[in-house]
């Protein structure tokens, strides 16, 4: 069975890092594209960044230069290193994974099958 589950989240102040966590299981990890979103009540999930088999990345312009997505194959885990964090980086934080044929655009979240659970990230001035 496919799981994700994501964790790493909490409150941070203003111009603090985090580093979320995605432990994957139930598909093979390394040829799968992933994927971080995030989303705040009332708003539509976005996306954050993403990686591709090979490592490839993709990143939203909001959060380039500050956050770094990576993953550990032999591990099945997916990262994504959050520094320079600002208030408007505050949402539930997800992982998605999907087979690669299936990723047009790899922020786009209705490309994706697979997704984790949420972790919640806060940041105050």
């Known amino acids: 069975r496919l799981e994700m589950v994501e964790s790493g989240g909490g409150s941070v102040q203003d111009g603090g890092s985090l580093r979320l966590s995605c432990v994957t299981s139930?598909?093979?990890?390394?040829?799968?594209?992933l994927g971080w979103f995030r989303q705040t009540q009332g708003s539509e999930r976005e996306g954050v960044a993403a990686?591709?088999?090979?490592?490839?990345?993709t990143y939203a312009d909001n959060v380039k230069g500050r956050f770094s997505v990576s993953k550990h194959d032999a591990e099945n885990t997916l990262y994504l290193q959050m520094n320079s964090l600002q208030s408007d980086d505050t949402a539930t934080y997800y992982c998605?994974?999907?087979?690669?044929?299936?990723?047009?655009?790899?922020?786009?979240?209705?490309?994706?099958?697979?997704w984790g659970k949420g972790t919640q990230v806060t940041v105050s001035s």
């Open positions: 990686i591709d088999g090979i490592g490839r990345t």
């Open positions: 998605a994974a999907s087979p690669h044929w299936k990723v047009n655009d790899p922020l786009q979240p209705r490309d994706y099958d697979y």
């Open positions: 139930g598909f093979t990890f390394s040829t799968y594209k």
